[in-house]
């Protein structure tokens, strides 16, 4: 069974909440799915040995959170190159973090990308929670 890991950084919880839903996708397409905390990821080890990866911040000031830009520090140190990726956030009205995201697992990590980052304003509005759910589901049919 293919493992995944979903690392988000949240301030209000609704990132969290998009995480917990693209792990269910995840889990619909038959792969293992785990959902950490920025926060929890402290060292190489908490990186390593998955077969995709996706990351996802909230954006504040135009930017992603301080977290997940330390953490995508450390995943600098582990070689992802052509291990599965997304990037997902909430946002208000701007939303940068999650195309940044993306483009540092692409550009810079050289992983293998699912087709563009997930932006949303909530899970609960909108179809958003069908559209975290099949964003996770997109990840799985890429392992
Ligand atoms: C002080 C502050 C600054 C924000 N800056 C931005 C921003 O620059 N762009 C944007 O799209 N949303 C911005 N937002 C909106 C948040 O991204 C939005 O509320 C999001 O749902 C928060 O996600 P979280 O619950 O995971 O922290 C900002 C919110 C606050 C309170």
């Given at each position: 069974m293919s493992k995944v890991l979903v690392v988000y950084n949240t301030r209000r919880g609704e990132t969290k909440a998009i995480a917990d839903l693209i792990a269910e996708g995840l889990r619909f397409e038959g792969a293992e799915a785990k959902v950490v905390n920025v926060?929890?990821?402290?060292?190489e080890a908490d990186l390593e040995g998955y077969d995709g990866y996706v990351f996802g911040s909230a954006t504040y000031h135009g930017e992603m959170m301080q977290g997940m830009k330390t953490m995508l520090f450390l995943a600098?140190?582990?070689?992802?190159?052509g291990k599965v990726g997304g990037a997902f956030g909430a946002f208000g009205w701007s939303g940068e973090a999650p195309d940044r995201i993306y483009e540092t697992m692409k550009n810079i990590f050289k992983m293998d990308m699912v087709g563009d980052p997930l932006r949303l304003?909530?899970?609960?509005?909108?179809g958003g929670t069908q559209m975290a759910q099949d964003y996770g589901r997109n990840v799985g049919k890429k392992l």
């Open positions: 926060t929890d990821v402290k060292k600098e140190k582990v070689d992802l190159e304003k909530s899970s609960s509005l909108g």
